[in-house]
T-cell receptor, first 116, second 114 residues
């Protein structure tokens, strides 16, 4: 069975500091992709970053980076230099070959609060 | 920019009513999805469609049906709304096939069934 686990229901961080949001996944597929989405209070899901299972380097997008540890099946999101606008729900998600590369499986999410 | 729109941001319906949630995307995506989001459960897939008139059940299809008559439009139907269908409903679309194709989401519809 495929599963995404986010063990931190809530996190807080001081503005300008870095924060790591945890994500572990379970799949028997060799080919899969991992995604992080941000959901502000407005409700819309915003794509942040993607990591493919065969990618040799960790993905980075601006202040976002993905700490991909394949053997441990973890794909943690690192946000550097946190800003007040980073306060939101963050979801880790996965799709894989057995899902036809179409269906996303989501974790329960982590609510991040950035304090000034 | 990809745009996914949903017909309503907020909707209040009564138990037993038939409810239609509409979703439109403007980027010619093959795939469209309906999710419901509940606190502590993340997003759960209700149905998805990979082509016009084609659909596939997701993880929680019971009590829902869908319709895709045109490529850009994907409708979610609650045949007889019940209070346990009170939730946030999110529509998404994506290109097909490649694992790296992200899904683009609409703003969501918060449905309350009284």
């Amino acid at each position: 069975a495929q599963k995404i686990t986010q063990t931190q229901p809530g996190m807080f961080v001081q503005e300008k500091e870095a924060v790591t949001l945890d994500c572990t996944y379970d799949t028997s597929d060799q080919s899969y992709g991992l995604f992080w989405y941000k959901q502000p209070s407005s409700g819309e899901m915003i794509f942040l970053i993607y990591q493919g299972s065969y990618d040799e380097q960790n993905a980075t997008e601006g202040r976002y980076s993905l700490n991909f540890q394949k053997a441990r099946k973890s794909a943690n999101l690192v946000i550097s230099a946190s800003q007040l606008g980073d306060s939101a729900m963050y979801f880790c998600a996965m799709k894989s070959l057995s899902g036809g590369y179409n269906k996303l499986i989501f974790g329960a999410g982590t609510r991040l609060a950035v304090h000034p | 920019d990809v745009k996914v729109t949903q017909s309503s941001r907020y909707l209040v319906k009564r138990t037993g009513e038939k409810v239609f949630l509409e979703c439109v995307q403007d980027m010619d995506h093959e795939n469209m999805f309906w999710y419901r989001q509940d606190p502590g459960l993340g997003l759960r897939l209700i149905y998805f469609s990979y082509d016009v008139k084609m659909k596939e059940k997701g993880d929680i299809p019971e009590g829902y049906s869908v319709s895709r008559e045109k490529k850009e439009r994907f409708s979610l139907i609650l045949e007889s709304a019940s209070t346990n269908q009170t939730s946030m409903y999110l529509c998404a679309s994506s290109l097909g096939g490649r694992v790296g194709n992200e899904q683009f989401f609409g703003p969501g519809t918060r449905l309350t069934v009284l």
